[in-house]
């Protein structure tokens, strides 16, 4: 009997020895099959004309095919929970913007932690947003937009396509630092609130500089300040709003890839190393800076840090402001 016992603890032990390192040695042979970029826009947008040139870089130095899927709507809900629910093997990622999972995170009725959902793997772009007021406002500058409000309290308004977004948030966090008594209109998506800040009925607004540009070069619109430093040339001239009246103010807006809960380090590793030859793609970069986007790839250390100080800070934009979904 000793010895069957033997002989089986023996083998036990053989087995085991065989088994684990087979097990650590599974993410060493990752990628290899087909990986999903889960995109939380439709396609055809800014976002999902970056990720398709992403995805095809990362493609060829992974040696798999990386296929874009778009999962528009829902504030980027539908997209997030598929990837988060996904099994964590790196083969479903996310491609997401920090409204994605920074803001809307705060706004649900029940508050997420987004980095207990999701394992971050870099950074890849980031660019700024710029503050347009209508062309018929009597201002040219930061400072004469600010001193304009106070000197004709509660009647500026700024405009954004809906509660809770970043062009809310942003107006929220202009409106304390800046120390005016402005007010803020939510409208249902930006084709109205664009018509209405043409037309002089709300005078200020928070957006991406891309989705204006037809205004601004006919002057409907102008370009008076940018909410955080970038090297493309389309904000070429334009000054930084901390450093042009309002001290401190300054946000991005950025995208990042995002893996499962639980990736192992070694899938993070090969998935950063590869999205870290992008920044040695000039003409990749060229492309992004033609559209006002900076390629910006970082750490997945660095990307989580930026994940949770953005978190604590829009936070507080919101609990201060009351912003609530209903």
């Not at 999962?71 to 913007?97: H, Q």
């Not at 930061?142 to 009647?155: I, L, M, N, Q, R």
């Not at 970043?166 to 209109?185: N, P, Q, T, V």
């Not at 989705?211 to 334009?238: E, H, Q």
Request: net charge positive; glycine share 10%; charged share 20%.
């Amino acid at each position: 009997m000793t010895s069957k016992r033997a002989l089986l603890r023996a083998a036990l032990c053989a087995c085991a020895t065989l088994t684990v390192p087979l097990a650590f040695a599974q993410p060493a042979s990752y990628p290899d099959k087909t990986i999903r970029l889960i995109v939380p826009f439709a396609a055809g947008g800014p976002a999902d004309v970056v990720a398709r040139e992403m995805s095809i870089a990362l493609g060829q130095d992974l040696g798999q095919t990386v296929v874009v899927e778009n999962m528009g709507g829902g504030a980027g809900v539908p997209a997030t929970n598929t990837v988060s629910r996904a099994l964590a093997d790196g083969y479903t990622l996310l491609f997401a913007a920090s409204g994605n999972v920074v803001i809307q995170p705060l706004l649900a009725k029940k508050r997420v932690d987004i980095l207990s959902q999701l394992s971050p793997v870099a950074m890849v772009t980031s660019s700024p947003h710029v503050l347009v007021v209508s062309s018929k406002l009597p201002v040219r500058t930061v400072k004469e937009f600010t001193d304009y409000a106070k000197a004709h309290p509660g009647s500026v308004n700024f405009a954004s396509a809906g509660v809770g977004g970043l062009a809310h948030l942003a107006s929220e966090l202009f409106m304390r630092d800046a120390g005016i008594d402005a007010r803020h209109l939510a409208y249902k998506g930006s084709s109205q609130a664009m018509t209405d800040l043409v037309s002089g009925q709300v005078q200020a607004m928070f957006s991406s500089q891309p989705s204006m540009k037809g205004m601004i070069d006919k002057g409907l619109l102008r370009v008076i300040g940018l909410t955080s430093a970038s090297s493309s040339p389309a904000y070429k001239g334009i000054p930084l709003i901390k450093e042009a009246g309002v001290p401190g103010f300054e946000y991005m807006t950025w995208y990042g890839v995002y893996g499962p809960a639980g990736l192992p380090p070694a899938v993070v590793q090969r998935l950063g190393g590869a999205l870290s030859k992008l920044a040695a793609d000039k003409g990749f970069e060229g492309r992004l800076r033609e559209q006002g986007v900076d390629l910006h790839v970082s750490t997945p250390e660095e990307l989580a840090d930026r994940t949770r100080k953005e978190t604590a800070a829009w936070d507080k934009v919101i609990r201060d402001s009351g912003i609530h979904l209903n």
